[in-house]
Each structure stands twice: as structure tokens, then as C-alpha cells.
Nanobody, 122 residues
């Protein structure tokens, strides 16, 4: 089972990036999925989570209104659209899968992706 994150890169403040996380090895259509991030010298923190049906989402206050999580169960993929990026958003972003949206936002994750670097310059 593998979660492959991609889409990171270097962007100027105010710009946008779209992260993707493709799952392989099993279907995650009945799982909650989410994104976390870890900045240098800081602990990993929750960013966003989505229910298996995409009917329910939850965001950290720091990204609410700027980031949007979505998923395509047919493609076994979850996305994170990041707009109005700030230098404080610079981090390695990890996708994750867990039993439900609620467990994911609590950090109770069964699978982690390998991470993709997002760097926002001022």
C-alpha cells in the first residue's frame, strides 16, 4: 500500500499550488483522507481532512478559506488546492489515510504518504 504525493514546488507569496495524493495497493474509497504538514524545526500539524464520500471536510484555522481538500474515489486520489499561499505555509506536506475524517483530523492515521515540499517565497 502506497500513498504517492506530488505537486509541491516553489511559489511566490499569493500564488497557488495543487497537491495530489495517489493511492495504490488498495482502494481508499471508504476511508477518511487528509493532509498534514511539517515545517523545519516544528512538529507535524493537521491541515485538512475529508470524509470518504467527500460530503464532509475539516480545516485547520490557519488554512481555512485558502485551502480546499477534495477527492476522486474513482482515481483513488485526494487533492489539496492551496491558494493565497504565505511564507508560513512552507513545509513538507504529507497525505494520510485513516478510518474516517474524524480519526484523520485527530492524527489517528493508518497510512502516510512520503511527503512533498512546498516552499513559499516572500
Amino acid at each position: 500500500v502506497q500513498l504517492q504525493a506530488s505537486g509541491g514546488g516553489l511559489v511566490q507569496a499569493g500564488g497557488s499550488l495543487r497537491l495530489s495524493c495517489a493511492a495504490s495497493g488498495r482502494t481508499f474509497s471508504s476511508n477518511g483522507m487528509g493532509w498534514f504538514r511539517q515545517a523545519p524545526g516544528k512538529e507535524r500539524e493537521f491541515v485538512a481532512a475529508i470524509s470518504w464520500s467527500a460530503g464532509s471536510t475539516y480545516y485547520a484555522d490557519s488554512v481555512k478559506g485558502r485551502f480546499t481538500i477534495s477527492r476522486d474515489n474513482a482515481k483513488n486520489t485526494v487533492y489539496l488546492q492551496m491558494n493565497s499561499l504565505k511564507p508560513d505555509d512552507t513545509a513538507v506536506y504529507y497525505c494520510a489515510a485513516g478510518p474516517s475524517r474524524s480519526t484523520v483530523l485527530q492524527g489517528r492515521v493508518d497510512y502516510w504518504g512520503q511527503g512533498t515540499q512546498v516552499t513559499v517565497s516572500s
